[in-house]
């Protein structure tokens, strides 16, 4: 837990030097996902909460590379 803490602390820099980035809705595999064109912001959702494995990279949606947790 206090990996994630010193995490979310490092990339908050980042988050507010990035302009906004693109963003979809999709549905894979019955599960609905934000996609992301940067990852900066997969990696602040992921690491905090509620949006743990909703947020996913366009390279990942393209590669099929889902958050294993949310996979049936």
Do not use: D
């Not at 979310?8 to 996609?35: I, M, N, R, Y």
């Not at 947020?55 to 099929?64: F, M, P, Q, V, W």
């Amino acid at each position: 837990m206090v990996y994630k803490a010193l995490l979310a602390l490092a990339v908050l820099p980042c988050l507010l030097a990035v302009a906004s980035a693109e963003q979809h809705k999709t549905v894979v595999h019955g599960k609905e996902f934000v996609v992301h064109t940067n990852p900066v912001p997969v990696v602040m959702h992921r690491v905090l909460p509620p949006y743990w494995n909703k947020h996913i990279t366009a390279r990942e949606l393209k590669a099929g590379k889902i958050p294993a947790s949310t996979r049936k």
